[in-house]
């Protein structure tokens, strides 16, 4: 049974750091693709980065993001972390961690559409 769980959200101030842990337990390492999402109020569930975890490869960034957010995985703790630096006003939302066999997702795009596990998802604001 896949499960993932998200940790380290909170309140940030704008230009702050914050990074998210992805615990994930429950398949084969080597075979997934970790996705990160992120839901403002009332909108959709927007990607913002994409790792096929078990050659460590990076993805996808969303053009929102770029140059400000890194994903990385640590094997040991099994666990797929997304590092935010430079946090605006707009990276405020619930971020959800997502798993989805790498042969099942089309690289060049991170849609939530195409994910089946999910975590519960942690807040993040970033305050003005």
């Known amino acids: 049974q896949v499960q993932l769980v998200e940790s380290g959200g909170g309140l940030v101030q704008l230009g702050g750091s914050l990074t998210l842990s992805c615990a994930v337990s429950g398949f084969t390492w080597d075979d997934y693709i970790i996705g990160w999402f992120r839901q403002a109020p009332g909108k959709e569930r927007d990607g913002v980065a994409s790792?096929?975890?078990?050659?460590?490869?990076?993805?996808y960034y969303s053009d929102s993001v770029q140059g400000r957010c890194t994903i990385s995985r640590d094997n040991d703790k099994s666990t797929v972390t997304l590092q935010m630096d430079s946090l605006i006003p707009d990276d405020t939302g619930v971020y959800y961690c997502a798993a989805e066999p790498q042969w099942k997702v089309q690289y060049g795009r991170l849609l939530a559409r195409d994910f089946t596990s999910w975590g519960r998802g942690i807040q993040v604001t970033v305050s003005p």
């Open positions: 790792m096929w975890i078990g050659p460590g490869r990076v993805l």
